[in-house]
């Protein structure tokens, strides 16, 4: 058994039940269940549609999100989330180069890197070098002032944790902003890459080993065999190509507001619900939220 959920945008909530009756009688679903008024749906299908991705590319037109999966273990025991242009709105380091004055340059770089159009190490070694004599201080006026979290998110790790659920963030980014950010959404560790200094002043360079690509699939693999559970258990959520490798693994793998090349390599993708959208895709219902 499949089920189909349906996720519009929050802030406008025009889900039209007379659209999700039109697609479930098409497919031969079963009855509405509305997880929020005007804002989410879902109904069951014996079999995933062969025209899912037709009907996709239409709703995407009418700001509504269209997700198919297995009913069978789609609450997940485990949260594991990108940080930047996910939990939070921004690209940690494209807001500290706006402060060194090379902020163009630097998001030029970070757009193609999450684009997967650059090695993402040589990417961020790049774009480190860059904010080399920043002072470090700017780091917290940059957390206190530029960063801003993304709607949902506190909900998103809160519901899950409340079900028995374990939250990681785990970042490409630094761990002077992961730990704001796992800290004031609930996270249960953060894993990113640290920003060397001296003297008060960045260095220019980051600690090694550098956590990418392979460091995301290897934090899946450790917190699973530690938590006892299976890949099978694990929401993953993320946006760029460094992601790519750890939505595949995890059970539920979504690209949230993702770059178009990662889009093309994700089955489940977030466009236009915010981070309760992954709440609505395991079956809660807004009812069910932590707040």
Same mark, same amino acid.
């Given at each position: 058994?499949?089920v189909? *959920?349906?996720? *519009?945008?929050?802030?406008e909530?025009?889900? /039209?039940?007379?659209?999700? /009756?039109?697609?479930r009688?098409?497919?031969?679903?079963?009855?509405?269940?509305?997880?929020?008024? &005007?804002?989410?749906?879902? %109904?069951?299908?014996?079999?995933?549609?062969g025209n899912?991705? &037709?009907v996709?590319r &239409?709703?995407q037109?009418?700001?509504v /999100?269209?997700v198919?999966?297995?009913?069978?273990g789609r609450?997940?025991?485990?949260?594991l #989330?990108?940080m +930047?242009?996910?939990?939070?709105?921004?690209e940690?380091?494209?807001?500290?180069?706006?402060?060194?004055?090379v902020?163009?340059?630097?998001?030029?770089?970070?757009?193609?890197a999450?684009?997967?159009?650059?090695? %993402?190490?040589?990417?961020?070694?790049?774009?480190?070098? !860059?904010?080399?004599?920043?002072?470090?201080?700017?780091?917290?006026?940059v957390l206190?002032?530029?960063? $801003?979290?993304m709607?949902?998110?506190y909900?998103?790790v809160?519901?899950?944790?409340?079900?028995?659920a374990y939250a #990681?963030?785990?970042?490409?980014? %630094?761990t002077?902003f992961t730990?704001?950010? =796992?800290?004031?959404l609930?996270? +249960?560790?953060?894993?990113?890459?640290?920003?060397l200094a =001296?003297?008060?002043?960045? *260095?220019?360079?980051v600690?090694?080993?550098?956590?990418?690509q392979?460091?995301?699939?290897?934090?899946?693999?450790?917190? $699973? *065999?530690?938590?006892?559970? $299976?890949?099978?258990?694990?929401? =993953?959520?993320?946006?760029?190509?460094?992601?790519?490798?750890? !939505?595949?693994?995890a059970?539920?793998?979504v690209a949230?507001? =993702?770059?178009p $090349?990662?889009q093309?390599?994700? /089955?489940m993708?977030?466009?236009?619900?915010?981070?309760?959208?992954?709440?609505?895709?395991?079956?809660?219902?807004? &009812?069910?939220?932590?707040?």
């Amino acid at each position: 058994m499949q089920v189909v *959920t349906l996720i *519009t945008t929050p802030t406008e909530r025009n889900l /039209d039940a007379a659209l999700v /009756d039109s697609l479930r009688n098409a497919w031969g679903g079963g009855d509405a269940n509305w997880l929020a008024v &005007d804002e989410a749906a879902e %109904f069951a299908v014996p079999i995933a549609p062969g025209n899912q991705w &037709d009907v996709w590319r &239409d709703l995407q037109n009418a700001c509504v /999100d269209l997700v198919i999966q297995p009913a069978e273990g789609r609450r997940k025991k485990m949260l594991l #989330a990108d940080m +930047d242009s996910t939990m939070i709105r921004q690209e940690c380091i494209d807001e500290l180069a706006a402060e060194a004055g090379v902020g163009a340059r630097v998001a030029g770089i970070t757009a193609r890197a999450m684009n997967g159009e650059l090695d %993402f190490e040589a990417a961020l070694i790049e774009r480190v070098g !860059l904010l080399k004599d920043l002072p470090e201080t700017m780091i917290e006026q940059v957390l206190d002032e530029r960063i $801003t979290y993304m709607p949902g998110g506190y909900e998103l790790v809160n519901t899950m944790k409340a079900n028995g659920a374990y939250a #990681a963030l785990v970042s490409g980014g %630094f761990t002077a902003f992961t730990a704001r950010v =796992a800290s004031a959404l609930g996270f +249960d560790q953060n894993r990113a890459n640290t920003l060397l200094a =001296a003297d008060g002043k960045l *260095t220019g360079d980051v600690g090694r080993p550098i956590l990418g690509q392979a460091a995301k699939v290897e934090a899946l693999e450790e917190i $699973t *065999t530690h938590l006892g559970i $299976t890949e099978q258990d694990v929401l =993953a959520v993320g946006d760029g190509a460094n992601d790519l490798d750890m !939505l595949k693994r995890a059970g539920t793998g979504v690209a949230l507001h =993702a770059k178009p $090349t990662v889009q093309a390599e994700c /089955d489940m993708r977030v466009n236009h619900g915010d981070l309760t959208a992954l709440l609505f895709l395991q079956g809660y219902s807004r &009812d069910e939220f932590v707040t």
